[in-house]
């Protein structure tokens, strides 16, 4: 969001509507290019503070996590980029120093029921109910300092910015989950067969959201001459909320039932991005116009952390006249950490020349190389009654009391690591390289073309994995369909024929575009475009990791035969410039 940049810092906000070979061929809609300042204008020192009320929260009750402390005011999780994590958060230790494969569960490697329970009361935490508060007034941050200087007389520049906000808003949301079913009845692997039956749920939600938002941006420019300079670009942010989210809700299946569900969580998400690149003007003689070299090297980290989301689920039958009773595995905890890294290089060389009539047009082409590796991992635990209901199992019972440690040892209550043998992990990795040439020709005065070629070959890898045994399926690399047979895939995993943990995508795409410019009259412009791009699925997607973002809501679920998608475009728009600043376009 625009809100992790000062105003200062940005010097040119870009929205390119149609597709030309320089950029990515991953262009669905258009792409915001946000070119950030390297040579302020003049010494710029600024402090900035805003005070905010929401007319729906401030001043409202406030259902507000209990769990808090470390650094979570900055947004950072227990697994945070920058070393100093809000480890209250964190899995406790020795769930941490066990081997994947031995998960924390009575009559597993000398572990028992009890001494689980007393593992879980003493070391992992145990706040399921939240504290209500009067929400605060929402406030922001920034800071801004900047200046263009002489560095062993050279022109330097330099420019730092921070901005923290944090936000405070409670939402009520209306909720629906759809049934799907079969033309010929049963399972089939054919999807067209199937259609939209109707609602089976319905909830009624509220979202108590506390949000922080905090970024950092350092720029640093240095002109060796008139026609060489170099720079380095650092972006440090982090994007956290901490939720509560409580519902009523019906299922109308053939369970009929009302329930309610209460879910507490923190998301933690942070990039860390580093670019260094140069701007260079190459003349092999002195009459020449200079040819452009621009060359950059990114790395980019981001991780996104979701520890201790904790979910209850209470119910009864429709019509019945009775309290809501706790389900007999009520009480879950999730934990989950992802991490994506990735690493480009990209150089581009332009060089002017003239055409049949003198006018001068532009030939570009470059190269791009783009890998990306990311990871992720889960545990799961659960709460689950061995004894009968009692007071304690209806609603609003709070999970302290429900799962206090007298039960456990009681054997009213078993904890114990939830979903064995599961998908709970899975690695990625992808890899981009591309070439593109491209040129800015005008054929008359008035009339210019822009267009060029794009290929790009993409190679992605997704590897799903249940770390919590031994299985094979964790060591194999091997396609259900290596023919990229879509049908014949689906065919095989849904009559479990093959293990759709690995997944592969290799592609080729040759992505070509023209446009053409016509100004028919001053200031006004009637362009004309073709060009193709791609949609390509994202590795989480390929994945066949399953996950229930809160007890009652809709199975999340990778699909490992997912395939990328071409795109035929056609653009035609008019455009009238009134003045430099305004326009009217219809497209």
Same mark, same amino acid.
């Not at 935490?125 to 800071?143: G, M, S």
């Given at each position: 969001p625009l809100d992790l940049f000062p105003a200062g810092l940005v010097k040119n906000i870009r929205i390119i509507k149609t597709f030309i070979p320089e950029d990515p061929g991953e262009f669905s809609g258009g792409i915001v290019k946000i070119e950030t300042v390297e040579y302020p204008d003049e010494y710029i020192f600024s402090v900035g503070v805003g005070i905010e009320r929401n007319s729906v929260s401030t001043g409202k009750d406030f259902k507000k996590l209990k769990t808090e402390g470390g650094n979570d005011y900055l947004g950072l999780g227990p697994?945070?980029?920058?070393?100093?994590?809000?480890?209250?958060?964190?899995?406790?230790?020795?769930?941490?120093?066990?081997?994947?494969?031995?998960?924390?569960?009575?009559? @597993?490697? =000398?572990?028992?029921?009890?001494?689980? =329970?007393?593992?879980?009361?003493?070391?992992?935490?145990?706040?399921?109910?939240?504290?209500?508060?009067?929400?605060?007034?929402?406030?922001?941050?920034?800071?801004?300092? =900047?200046?263009?200087t002489n560095l062993f007389g050279r022109k330097f520049g330099y420019f730092y910015g921070l901005t923290y906000k944090k936000d405070y808003e409670i939402t009520n949301r209306q909720e629906y989950r759809w049934s799907s079913q079969n033309y010929l009845s049963g399972k089939s692997w054919i999807p067209e067969l199937y259609y939209i039956s109707g609602v089976n749920q319905a909830r009624l939600a509220d979202y108590y959201e506390e949000k922080v938002l905090w970024g950092n941006n350092l720029n640093l420019a240095y002109k060796i001459d008139n026609n060489n300079q170099i720079y380095l670009k650092t972006f440090l942010s982090t994007n956290s909320e901490k939720v509560f989210r409580e519902s009523l809700g019906q299922k109308i299946d053939a369970d009929q039932i009302d329930f309610i569900t209460n879910t507490s969580y923190y998301l933690a998400r942070e990039i860390f991005s580093t670019t260094i690149g140069g701007d260079h003007g190459i003349k092999y003689t002195q009459e020449m116009k200079p040819h452009i070299l621009k060359w950059h090297y990114n790395n980019a980290r981001a991780v996104r952390d979701e520890p201790d989301r904790k979910n209850r689920f209470w119910f009864r039958w429709v019509g019945e006249d009775r309290p809501f009773s706790a389900k007999q595995e009520d009480g879950f905890i999730f934990y989950g950490f992802t991490e994506d890294e990735t690493n480009t290089i990209n150089a581009t060389y332009e060089l002017p020349y003239s055409q049949w009539m003198g006018l001068e047009a532009k030939l570009k082409f470059g190269y791009e190389t783009f890998n990306r590796e990311k990871s992720f991992k889960s545990k799961s635990y659960r709460y689950q009654r061995a004894g009968q209901d009692t007071i304690l199992e209806e609603y609003p019972a709070p999970g302290e009391l429900t799962f206090n440690l007298g039960r456990i040892l009681a054997d009213e209550y078993v904890v114990k690591q939830a979903l064995i043998a599961q998908n709970d992990a899975y690695d990625a990795e992808q890899d981009i390289n591309s070439v593109f040439v491209q040129t800015d020709l005008p054929i008359v005065s008035n009339i210019r073309v822009i267009g060029g070629v794009r290929s790009e070959n993409n190679e992605q890898k997704v590897h799903t994995k249940q770390v919590t045994i031994l299985n094979p399926q964790n060591y194999l690399q091997l396609d259900c369909s290596p023919d990229g047979s879509e049908y014949l895939r689906n065919f095989l995993i849904q009559r479990n024929l093959c293990n759709?943990?690995?997944?592969?995508?290799?592609?080729?795409?040759?992505?070509?575009?023209? @446009?053409?410019?016509?100004?028919?009259?001053?200031?006004?412009?009637?362009?004309?475009?073709?060009?193709?791009?791609?949609t390509r699925p994202d590795t989480r997607e390929m994945s066949e990791f399953a996950f229930t973002p809160y007890a =009652?809501?809709?199975?999340?679920?990778?699909?490992?035969?997912?395939?990328?998608?071409?795109?035929?475009?056609?653009?035609?728009?008019?455009?009238?410039?009134?003045?430099?600043e305004e326009y009217i376009g219809f497209a």
């Open positions: 697994n945070s980029i920058t070393g100093f994590g809000s480890k209250k958060w964190d899995l406790p230790d020795i769930a941490k120093s066990l081997p994947d494969f031995i998960p924390l569960t009575g009559g @597993n490697y =000398g572990f028992t029921d009890e001494s689980v =329970g007393l593992i879980f009361k003493s070391s992992f935490n145990d706040n399921w109910t939240p504290k209500t508060i009067k929400a605060p007034y929402n406030y922001k941050l920034d800071l801004s300092i =900047g200046d263009t759709p943990a690995y997944a592969e995508l290799n592609e080729n795409n040759l992505l070509p575009s023209i @446009n053409v410019v016509y100004e028919f009259v001053k200031d006004q412009n009637l362009r004309l475009a073709y060009y193709e791009t791609v =009652g809501g809709e199975r999340v679920q990778g699909n490992s035969t997912l395939k990328s998608s071409r795109i035929i475009n056609y653009d035609v728009r008019w455009e009238w410039y009134l003045t430099a």
